[in-house]
């Protein structure tokens, strides 16, 4: 919370996926509203959708870990288990 004190602390609080609990917590604390102008608006809307175009890319790289760890397993099995048993 001190990251963000002075600030307003919307996206940070959204972004971590507090609880219902957390929510209720909130509201407690409140202080204010946050005012913001048409300009302001505007530049966190096109900021918010540059973020949003950009999430998800990492997608295949766990995948190929995944196929790299398969794959070393199928021939660690092949060599040292395989010829075991023969």
Known sequence: MLDV????????FEDIGHSNDAREELKKHCIGVLKMDETELERRRK????KSAGAGGGGMGVIAVVVAIVAAGYFYYKNN???EEA
């Not at 004190?5 to 940070?12: L, N």
């Open 5 to 12: 004190s002075g600030q307003d602390a919307d996206e940070f």
């Open 81 to 83: 288990v395989a010829t």
């Open 47 to 50: 900021a918010a959708e540059k």
